[in-house]
């Protein structure tokens, strides 16, 4: 339910009814993610976005869409600084911004929810996007195909069930984890972490 008290009863009658079960959480560094985490501009738009709702603004679609709009347009052009680096020692260079994907959706325009791997959930381990080019075309079509096909892992590069993985930033790079920016990294170690965390399942 999308009312917070519906919400709340609606878990504690899956807990009373014993509908429990454990989920896996991704950990970067020393922080845990339950969603998404993101190295590059997701994590500038977020800090953006952060700015203006210390000053009273809300949170929503447009002003997102706006912030993503104003931050491309002041870091044009830029370098791609971040690389990859998967367990089996492969290097995925020249990407601009690297989402991680531990849920099966990494965000949600309104109610729809937009995924760039949707064999990503729960159960599995984390997936990782590296996206190499930042123009609007290139990215709304990965948008528009993370948000329409349901078959789709999107990215320039990616990599999906994977146990845990490397970010590497030519210099200080702002990194977010769920939607929290938490400063700027020139490297993450990230894991999935199996059965980490309770949770009650809502009918």
């Known amino acids: 339910p999308h009312d917070p008290l519906e919400a709340t009863g609606a878990r504690a009658d899956g807990v009373r009814a014993g509908r429990v079960r454990t989920v896996n959480l991704g950990l970067a560094d020393d922080r845990y993610f339950l969603f998404s985490a993101g190295l590059g501009r997701d994590a500038e738009v977020l ?17 997102y869409v706006a912030s993503a709009l104003l931050t491309h347009a002041l870091n044009v052009p830029a370098k791609p600084r971040i690389s990859i680096e998967l367990p089996d020692d492969t290097r995925i260079s020249g990407v601009y911004m690297a989402i991680v994907q531990n ?21 599995n ?22 948000t329409l096909r349901p078959d789709w892992l999107g990215g320039d590069s990616a990599a999906s069930d994977l146990s845990g993985f490397r970010l590497h930033a030519a210099e200080p790079t702002l990194f977010h984890v769920d939607g929290d920016v938490i400063g700027d990294r020139s490297e993450i170690e990230l894991t999935s972490v199996p059965g980490a965390l309770r949770v009650a399942v809502v009918d």
């Open 47 to 63: 800090h953006r976005v952060e700015h203006q709702r210390a000053q009273g603004a809300k949170a929503s679609i447009p002003r």
């Open 103 to 123: 849920g099966p959706v990494w965000t949600y325009a309104g109610s729809l929810p937009i995924t760039f791997s949707p064999d990503t959930d729960f159960d």
């Open 125 to 146: 381990g984390l997936a990782v996007f590296g996206f190499r080019a930042l123009d609007p075309l290139r990215l709304g079509n990965h948008l528009a195909r993370a």
